[in-house]
């Protein structure tokens, strides 16, 4: 099946660093991703939508200027957390659709100490 | 948007019996509805799929059950086994769309 590739698999940072998680599809071009995180025993939950060549759409109470989005070629989404601070430490996991189903990136756990 | 509700929220089942997890969702436009077993620290593994114009589908041990009028579709694993111990999830989304993920079900099975 298709591949979608996470980096890095973990971090820890400082408050107020900023932070840059790649998203690839390896083997099959993706002109939409999706971005998710996911708390300690909690659910995936959409921040943003990720867009070739235009701007991420992001959901409600997702602050965009914290959380940039840069989706440069058709197998690239990058997601920045900018200034994180302890509360961003979360689970995040990247998806890219295919013609069958989404395949997920195999996430990034972020520490913000 | 789409909501997904999912329930029990944890399940104990012993070895060989089997178990059962309810979903609901609310727009009628989803017509995708895949289930995921989550790993500690994992990527979500899609388990089985399936889409609105099936009612029902199977694969060895694990079945889905989709009801479009009532919005519900229910997931059926089989003599269960101690690997089968995970938290499984939920989805619904308009084909191609983001996934809205039901909260999750923690499956214990007791060897």
């Known amino acids: 099946g298709a591949v979608v590739s996470q980096h890095p698999s973990w971090v820890i940072c400082k408050s107020g660093t900023s932070v840059k998680i790649e998203c690839r599809s390896l083997?099959?071009?993706?002109?939409?991703m999706f971005w998710y995180r996911q708390f300690p025993k909690q659910s995936l939950m959409l921040m943003a939508t990720?867009?070739?060549?235009?701007?991420?759409?992001?959901e409600q109470g997702v602050e965009k200027d914290k959380f940039l989005i840069n989706h440069a070629s058709l197998t690239l989404s990058t997601l920045t957390v900018t200034s994180a601070h302890p509360e961003d430490s979360s689970f995040y996991i990247c998806?890219?659709?295919?013609?069958?189903?989404?395949?997920f990136g195999p996430g990034t756990r972020l520490t913000v100490t | 948007g789409e909501n997904v509700e999912q329930h029990p929220s944890t399940l104990s089942v012993q070895e060989g019996d089997s178990a059962v997890i309810k979903c609901t969702y609310s727009?009628?436009?989803?017509?995708?509805f895949p289930w995921y077993k989550q790993e500690l620290g994992k990527r979500p593994q899609l388990i089985i799929d399936?889409?609105?114009?099936?009612g029902e589908k199977k694969d060895q041990r694990i079945a889905v059950t989709l009801n479009k009028t009532a919005k519900h579709f229910s997931l059926h694993i089989t003599e269960t086994q101690p690997e089968d111990s995970a938290v499984y999830f939920c989805?619904?989304?308009?084909?191609?769309?983001?996934?809205?993920f039901g909260t999750g079900t923690r499956l214990t099975v007791i060897p």
């Open positions: 989805a619904a989304s308009l084909e191609g769309n983001n996934l809205f």
């Open positions: 990720s867009n070739e060549g235009s701007k991420a759409t992001y």
């Open positions: 399936i889409r609105s114009n099936v």
């Open positions: 998806s890219a659709p295919s013609t069958y189903e989404q395949y």
């Open positions: 727009d009628s436009a989803s017509n995708y």
């Open positions: 083997d099959f071009q993706a002109t939409t």
